[in-house]
């Protein structure tokens, strides 16, 4: 199916292991982002990429690594997880060339660090 | 820097009610809003959107009104149904990095 699609869903996982999230678009959209969703704080920019092998940080980035190595992936690792990184965590994605930079959410991962 | 303000909730209405959402906005440049939904267990949903000053976005019988003159764009329904009831969104682009800032979001919940 086309879209935009996150794996896996949910995630359980210990202090100080290695975690990948992935993402997977059909649409060819320039423009990938990953954001982290808290009680109280909305959606909060972790890195963001403009195209393949281009990235850049957003707001809370410390903990974390992104890679882009193809338009349609953009995995994100929690190198050594920790608790506070306990959250639900969305993959987005918009055209490139879109005067409005409308976003498309992926359903989202559910991740626990215990 | 980009901020987005949203009213605290949960806002709880009953069936057929009118429902407001406050939303302002504090940001550089011209930047397009947004409302985005979020049902129980799901990704975010675009609702509706501006991108220009006295612009209405509508959608399912929601609207909002981008003021510039006031910073707002506040989210409006005539009749609320119980189907309404999740977490709505206000967001801004950011033009420098496409990225969207996020309000903290409204709850809201529609009883029959």
């Known amino acids: 199916d086309a879209g935009i699609t996150q794996s896996p869903r949910y995630k359980i996982t210990e202090t100080g292991r290695q975690v990948t999230l992935m993402c997977h678009q059909t649409?060819?959209?320039?423009?990938m982002f990953w954001y982290r969703q808290d009680l109280g704080h909305g959606l909060r920019l972790i890195y963001y990429?403009?195209?393949?092998?281009?990235?850049d940080k957003g707001e809370v980035p410390d903990g974390y690594v992104v890679s882009r190595s193809k338009t349609e992936n953009f995995p994100l690792t929690l190198e050594s997880a920790t608790r506070s990184q306990t959250s639900v965590y969305f993959c987005?994605?918009?055209?490139?060339?879109?005067?409005?930079?409308?976003?498309?959410f992926g359903p989202g991962t559910r991740l626990t660090v215990l | 820097g980009n901020s987005v303000t949203q009213m605290e909730g949960p806002v709880t209405l009953s069936e057929e009610a009118f429902l407001t959402i406050n939303c302002t906005y504090t940001?550089?440049?011209?930047?397009?809003l947004f409302w985005y939904v979020q049902y129980p267990g799901e990704g975010l949903q675009l609702l509706l959107k501006?991108?220009?000053?006295?612009d209405k976005g509508s959608n399912k019988g929601f609207e909002a009104t981008y003021r510039k003159e006031t910073t707002s764009f506040h989210l409006e329904k005539g009749s609320v149904q119980v189907s309404d009831s999740a977490v709505y969104f206000c967001?801004?682009?950011?033009?420098?990095?496409?990225?969207?800032?996020f309000g903290s979001g409204t709850r809201l919940q529609v009883q029959p």
């Open positions: 990429s403009a195209a393949a092998d281009i990235t």
């Open positions: 967001a801004l682009s950011d033009t420098g990095r496409r990225a969207l800032t």
């Open positions: 987005a994605s918009s055209e490139g060339t879109s005067g409005t930079y409308t976003q498309y």
């Open positions: 501006a991108t220009k000053a006295d």
């Open positions: 940001a550089t440049g011209y930047p397009s």
């Open positions: 649409w060819s959209h320039s423009y």
